[in-house]
């Protein structure tokens, strides 16, 4: 019988190809593609099969018991970003770049879920089960009935799962989990996938839920790959600047809640604390009125944030100036350049554009266009904005301003964080309130020259 032939598996999306080549022809990454052994095509795990094929009707489910309640851990932060708490037999994958604080997290979590009274297993295939109970001693943790095991082959992890029978189960992390179905090394595409979805399965039938924790790569996507992003009903991104104490839980992906939800935390000596309020810590390190420096009343999932959007703007000595942008999408940024350009008459041709978002967050709303373009007007006028000032509101191609979703909400946390002007679209369907002068401008072209009398 021929042998098998080699695949070559995209390390991006997980795309298999026939034949190796340079750039993944269905994801565009260049050098992703690796040859991995054939998969194998016998049962794939023992759990499966057991319910092969069996269906029930709809109108059945009426009858069944209702489903568990969720839990909550206690970490507020953490169950807004679960959609209100923990859902039983759910599968999670917890992304993020390796030492940005994901066991941290994890361990924490598993001993808040502990102290509710569910039946948690950590299992880590990176540390000893010793270095485990040193951290958690660390983080003051070492008295919570967390299990801890350190294991790295899944067939053991199952077995031992199947014994245990806990509510919540944590992989630390999936790229050091192997099984012998597959013949790669620990960390390929095949085996990631493989483990992943035995994983998975288990959750679905035995009613545990897991945590999968994957470390990101540099081009910013799960090792190996995509294809445990569709597996799990959720999957959260773990984000932070390395230099900074922020770090922001995101869920891009729930079965169970709001996607863009997100949680914000400090790192610090003792673990990984709470941010009840995240617009004050953003804002915390905002000095004097800077030209340069203006602040977007912005919306992340279910919860107003304000933070401070800061442009410097320089003679550039580039054929093609630099556009650098942190934090924001730098085609939007495109954009509102064009727009302010051929619509109010503002070039920034000939210079140096850097755009940051401050405290690290990543801000992706549409309504975050005209406080960008106000901070990059004030750059270029070297005129501050007044302090106590928010912005938010949606530019159209025309120069026009529309109206954004919340902006009550918006206000009330500029109010509350001391704020006394807001300047927003024409059609805001919102007043500004007690102490809040209220702007609402129509376009691009009035806002540059009200604010900086320009235009
Ligand atoms: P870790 O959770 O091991 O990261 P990951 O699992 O994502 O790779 O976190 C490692 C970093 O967190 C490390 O640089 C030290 C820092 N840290 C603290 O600052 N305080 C603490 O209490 C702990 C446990 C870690
Ligand atoms: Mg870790």
Not at 108 to 134: D, H, N, P, T, W
Not at 325 to 346: K, N
Request: glycine share 12%; net charge neutral.
């Amino acid at each position: 019988m021929a042998k098998a032939p080699a695949s070559f598996t995209c390390t991006a999306c997980g795309a298999v190809h026939r034949k190796w080549s340079g750039k993944c022809d269905a994801c565009g990454a260049w050098n992703t593609i690796i040859e991995e052994a054939p998969l194998s095509s016998g049962p794939v795990g023992r759990s499966l099969g057991a319910a092969k094929g069996r269906v029930i009707a709809l109108t059945t489910l009426a009858t069944e018991e209702t489903p568990p309640p969720r839990t909550l851990s206690g970490m507020d932060e953490m169950d807004r970003v679960l959609g209100g708490g923990l859902v039983p037999a759910s599968a999670i994958l917890v992304g993020g770049d390796p030492g940005i604080g994901k066991s941290t997290l994890l361990l924490q979590a598993a001993a808040s879920f502990a102290r509710k009274g569910l039946k948690c297993l950590y299992i880590s295939g990176e540390e000893a089960s010793a270095q485990v109970r040193m951290r958690a001693q660390r983080l003051g943790l070492a008295d919570a009935p967390v299990h801890l095991g350190a294991e790295t082959n899944l067939r053991d992890i199952l077995t031992t799962l199947d014994a245990e029978r806990p509510d919540l189960a944590i992989i630390d992390s999936i790229q050091t989990m192997w099984t012998d179905t597959v013949e790669s090394a620990p960390g390929s595409v095949a085996q990631v996938r493989a483990a992943s979805h035995e994983l998975v399965t288990f959750a679905k039938r035995r009613g545990t839920s897991v945590i999968l924790v994957g470390h990101v790569t540099k081009e910013g996507q799960i090792a190996g790959p995509r294809v445990v992003e569709h597996m799990v009903d959720t999957v959260l991104y773990f984000e932070g600047e390395r230099g900074h104490q922020f770090r922001i839980l995101r869920a891009v992906k729930n079965r169970f809640g709001p996607a863009d939800e997100i949680g914000v935390f400090e790192m610090t000596g003792g673990g990984l604390s709470e941010v009840a309020n995240p617009s004050a810590l953003f804002l915390s390190e905002r000095g004097q009125a800077a030209p340069g420096s203006a602040v977007f009343a912005g919306i992340e999932g279910t919860r107003p944030v304000l933070t401070e959007i800061q442009a410097l703007v320089a003679p550039s000595s580039l054929a093609s100036p630099r556009r650098t942008v942190v934090g924001l999408d730098a085609g939007r940024v495109s954009t509102i350049l064009a727009v302010l350009e051929s619509r109010c008459g503002i070039p920034f041709a000939g210079l140096d554009v850097f755009l940051n978002v401050a405290g690290g967050l990543k801000v992706t709303e549409p309504a975050a266009d005209l406080a960008l373009a106000a901070a990059l007007l004030s750059a270029r006028e070297d005129v501050a904005l007044p302090p106590d000032l928010v912005i938010f509101g949606e530019i159209s191609l025309s120069g026009a301003l529309r109206p954004v979703g919340q902006a009550e909400n918006r206000l009330k946390e500029a109010r509350k964080l001391g704020f006394t002007q807001a300047v927003a679209p024409e059609r805001t369907k919102a007043e500004g309130g007690e102490g809040m002068a209220l702007r609402k401008l129509p376009d691009l072209v009035t806002f540059t020259g009200e604010m900086f009398g320009a235009g």
